[in-house]
């Protein structure tokens, strides 16, 4: 295979031997040239430009600077000792810490030596200081080199033996020095110049070593632009195929069930994103192709309405709906709700759950294989083999990601002939660059308009020392004719702590306000408990629901007014923005407060700030996609789809876009990438497909 010098194992190295490989393979995953060259410094320095140690100020994120040891000593702690070094320079000193067994630390620093020590400020008392900072001994004499530095990750195993992050860098210098040919080329060279990309072999030498600042952004945008187009190739090549060859069922016709309640019984006008979306679900119904479509909206966005209005396009042409909920609770929310929209065009819906009693189930067996259920509603139960239609045409997934590729690979096999059509619905926003990430293979169409009339939100955060207050103002709501909710933290079902918490919660809400009827509501309670409670709660019955998330998607209780949520710190945007979204359907003002301990991170801070200052679910996805990543957002694909190496989806927008420009520009033209100029492009994808981790990048 071309480059097949790449998977020669990192021992051959000079200076490292097996001992070193194995420890450099169990801390860093390291095994191979290909790993390595793939180990990107996170960090470039400049070595000849120095902080002065009396001018560092907190602010700093990162400095570098020089001076003498001028001494060092063992300090005892709690549960461990911990080794401090004093350096100075001319205009003051700092100290430099470590804890653990750091004896041959002890035995490599001496008085008086220099000492190049970089990282980030800590300060104590006002004085500044390092913890476990990167160093380099300068040996008298030595002569600063000029250029960009790289450091790379390392461990404190690999710095005993010498492999800090200056130790490394010398690993790859010697790979790199030692490659007996260049780094093949995977990209046609059309492409290069299209978008001035230079050379493989060149970007692999600069990232790790680039002579200045021009070729690090050089080497960096072309690496980028590599894992995005791999990651995108094979999504788009599949959607393409999907199209030319996977046909769909037609759906010629909107007929009078279409008509008759688009113009009669709609409960409000369309916004123009919802009309916007439907014309584009239209276009793709009656292609002749299969939709795969995904629907984004923001809570109360109506997504549902939309939902409905497909589902009778699909009747209109004599086909059934199924309408797959990840919940019993949104399940049957869904079904009263499309029963209620439906009942005047005599459409008879259909529920199945896990919870359908046997006698229920035999009955809508026989009324779907007949064909007199048009619309069925249900959570997993409608998987199963005993469900059958008489002619499936569409399929309507809601919050997708709760469901398993093999999960809705059993829908579409309930379809007589053809595939269904598929729209998959999420009222979690994604950053544009997450969606065309995640979901580069189906349609994207986007709610982004509220119906008229709809009040924002008020979001208050307040610290948990003034839950008396927020107990009035229940109390206030409650006469005045609302509800509430009161949400804790549940991150783990198996952690007993956190329905304890939720409970003694409860004990503390009935002492203060024991006259108002309130319940719990929590995932470990049987289906028709919950049921029973969530039913209460709609009735109005019960004031105040206490609940863990359970009620955290699709849950729809107009008179709810208030969200209080407790320990709102444990939440990420997104979750705290989807239990905001159960408040604000109904006419009256609402309001979400946010209950936080006191000692709270920066970044839990920034998180309260956004939520208090906007209720774009848009916006504070792009922020939770900026704060947390987009491995923690959607769990919805292969984590590895998530897991580049260079590119970020927050700040590389920009180049994904011409990514995907570049990939349809080639399928369009050479969709199995027969032709010449595409041989390398078609070899490395071939031998990525065939490997794992970072060899995949290399090939």
């Known amino acids: 295979m071309q480059g097949h010098y790449l998977s020669t194992s990192i021992a051959y190295v000079k200076g490292c031997g097996p001992s070193k490989a194995a420890l450099l393979s169990k801390e860093l995953g390291l095994h191979t040239y290909a790993d390595a060259l793939t180990h990107f410094p996170f960090r470039y320095v400049d070595r000849t430009r120095f902080q002065p140690i009396g001018l560092i100020s907190e602010s700093m994120s990162f400095v570098q600077s020089i001076g003498a040891i001028e001494h060092k000593e063992w300090l005892p702690g709690k ?86 992050p200056k130790g490394i860098g010398r690993l790859l210098k010697q790979i790199i020095e030692g490659l007996p040919a260049p780094i093949p080329e995977n990209l046609p060279e059309a492409l290069l110049h299209r978008y001035n990309l230079i050379g493989r072999d060149q ?79 239209r276009a793709d119904v009656k292609s002749g192709r299969q939709m795969n479509r995904l629907l984004q909206g923001d809570v109360g966005s109506g997504k549902t309405v939309v939902a409905v209005l497909t589902a009778l396009m699909a009747m209109d042409n004599g086909f059934q709906t199924a309408l797959l909920a990840p919940t019993e609770i949104l399940a049957q929310q869904h079904f009263l709700g499309i029963s209620e929209l439906l009942s005047p065009l005599g459409i008879q819906v259909g529920i199945l759950t896990g919870s359908s009693k046997k006698a229920e189930r035999i009955k809508l067996h026989a009324a779907l294989q007949n064909g007199e259920i048009a619309l069925l509603v249900g959570t997993h139960a409608l998987l199963e083999e005993a469900v059958q239609f008489q002619n499936l045409g569409m399929a309507i997934i809601d919050e997708q990601h709760r469901f398993g590729v093999a999960q809705r690979a059993r829908l579409w096999e309930k379809a007589r002939s053809l595939p269904p059509h598929v729209l998959v619905m999420t009222a979690t926003p994604i950053p ?49 004719g609302r509800q509430i909710y009161l949400v804790y933290p549940l991150i783990d079902e198996s952690k007993k702590l956190d329905y304890k918490n939720m409970l003694e919660g409860f004990e503390v809400f009935k002492q203060h306000l024991p006259d108002i009827p309130a319940d719990v509501l929590h995932g470990q309670m049987k289906p028709a408990d919950k049921e029973s409670v969530m039913a209460r709660f709609v009735k109005g ?49 609402s309001y979400c407060i946010l209950l936080t301990g006191r ?53 590389d927008a920009p180049v994904l876009e011409q990514v995907r420009s570049a990939v349809w520009h080639i399928i369009e033209r050479d969709p199995e990438l027969q032709a010449p100029e595409h041989a390398a492009l078609l070899r490395y994808l071939q031998a990525r497909e065939r490997s794992q981790g970072p060899w995949a990048m290399i090939s």
């Open 79 to 164: 549960g461990k000792s911990r080794f401090t070094v004093h350096l100075r320079d001319k205009s003051g000193s700092m100290e430099l810490t470590w804890f653990g067994n750091m004896g041959w630390l002890d035995d490599k620093l001496q008085l008086g030596q220099v000492l190049i020590v970089a990282g980030k400020p800590i300060f104590y008392k006002g004085q500044p200081g390092m913890s476990h900072p990167d160093f380099e001994v300068l040996q008298p004499g030595q002569a600063l080199q000029p250029g960009l530095s790289p450091m790379y990750p390392s461990s404190d195993k690999l710095r005993k033996i010498g492999l800090d």
């Open 203 to 281: 970007a692999f030498r600069w990232i790790h070593f680039p002579p200045d600042q021009t070729a690090l952004q050089a080497a960096r945008y072309r690496l980028k632009f590599e894992e995005l187009f791999m990651a995108q190739f094979r999504m788009l090549q599949t959607k393409a195929r999907n199209q030319a060859t996977q046909p769909g069922i037609p759906l010629p016709q909107l007929g009078a069930m279409f008509h008759g309640f688009y113009e009669r019984h709609l409960p409000f006008a369309l916004t123009n994103a919802q009309k916007r979306v439907l014309k584009e679900i």
């Open 432 to 480: 544009r660059t997450l969606a065309m990430t995640l979901y580069g293979d189906l349609d994207v169409s986007v709610i982004d308009e509220l119906p008229p009339g709809r009040k924002n939100v008020i979001t208050i955060h307040k610290g948990e020392e003034v839950r008396n207050e927020v107990y009035r103002f229940i109390r206030q709501q409650v006469e005045a």
């Open 541 to 589: 019955h019960v004031k105040v629901l206490v609940s863990t998330t359970v009620i955290e998607v699709g849950v729809n209780v107009p008179n709810a007014s208030v969200m209080v949520i407790e320990s709102a710190e444990r939440f990420g945007l997104s979750q705290l923005h989807q239990l905001r979204g159960r408040v604000g359907r109904g006419a009256e003002q």
């Open 599 to 651: 000692n709270l991170s920066k970044e839990a801070k920034e998180r309260m700030a956004v939520m208090v200052a906007t209720n774009d679910g848009f916006k504070i996805a792009e922020k939770d996609l900026e704060l947390r990543g987009p491995g923690d957002i959607e769990g919805t694909r292969q984590s590895g789809e998530m897991q580049f190496k260079l590119a970020s989806l927050v700040e």
